[in-house]
């Protein structure tokens, strides 16, 4: 079984940082693209980041300058370093990854999601 795990979500006031990792977890599988989207409540979920297996990148224009993010392909994990916090990146924030595997389903998964709250 393939499952994401989530770490680094929190309060913090505008203009400071916080750093998310999402984890994958289990064998037999392989990782495609991965990142990061967001929900904020009455919204609806939207892309953040993602990476490719060979590090190219790609940001919603909302984060980027701000936003970094980055994957360990051994280990199986991508971060996003979150700098110049706003208010309105509060939100949810869901990790996906592409998985590739003849032993599980192959396709999107999802982390847990973390809450991210950014006050003013």
């Known amino acids: 079984q393939v499952q994401l795990v989530e770490s680094g979500g929190g309060w913090v006031q505008a203009g400071g940082s916080l750093r998310l990792s999402c984890a994958a977890s289990g064998s037999g599988f392989s990782i495609n693209g991965m990142g990061w989207y967001r929900q904020a409540p009455g919204k609806q979920r939207e892309l953040v980041a993602g990476?490719?297996?060979?590090?190219?990148?790609n940001y919603a224009d909302s984060v980027k300058g701000r936003f970094t993010i980055s994957r360990d392909n051994a280990k199986d994990t991508v971060y996003l370093q979150m700098n110049s916090l706003k208010p309105e990146d509060t939100a949810v924030y869901y990790c996906y990854a592409v998985v590739s595997s003849l032993l599980h389903r192959s396709g999107d998964y999802w982390g847990q999601g973390t809450q991210v709250t950014v006050s003013s």
């Open positions: 990476i490719t297996p060979g590090g190219s990148a």
